[in-house]
């Protein structure tokens, strides 16, 4: 069972930044399509932003030009550089880790491997 530890949730004012990491472990193959995904209270999962191994992004229409998405495969781990946060950001947003050589989509249903989660809560 692979483990991956999001870090770097909080609360902060509409407008601010923040960046999140995920600890992924040094043997997970590095091909692994890797994406991050959000659910706020009484909504379902959200795909935000997801990264192939040779970089290629993807984001969600809500996040796109906000959220940046990155790896580095040298410390094993997966960022979520958010700016520009709005209240609607206001999350438990998790990392997920996908195959390596398969779909390459923001569906929760194509991720294997899941973190704990981290809280990102949003003020006006």
């Known amino acids: 069972q692979m483990q991956l530890v999001e870090s770097g949730g909080g609360s902060v004012q509409a407008g601010r930044s923040l960046t999140l990491s995920c600890a992924t472990p040094?043997?997970?193959?590095?091909?692994?399509?890797m994406a991050w995904f959000r659910q706020a209270p009484g909504k379902e999962r959200e795909g935000v932003a997801g990264?192939?191994?040779?970089?290629?992004?993807t984001y969600s229409d809500s996040v796109k030009g906000r959220f940046t998405i990155s790896k580095d495969n040298a410390k094993n781990s997966l960022y979520l550089q958010m700016n520009s946060l709005k209240p609607e950001d206001t999350a438990t947003y998790y990392c997920?880790?996908?195959?390596?050589?398969?779909?390459?989509?923001?569906?929760?249903?194509?991720?294997?491997?899941w973190g704990q989660g981290t809280q990102v809560t949003v003020s006006s």
């Open positions: 997920a880790a996908g195959s390596a050589y398969g779909l390459r989509t923001l569906r929760g249903g194509d991720f294997h491997y």
């Open positions: 040094r043997y997970m193959n590095s091909r692994r399509y």
């Open positions: 990264i192939d191994f040779d970089g290629t992004t």
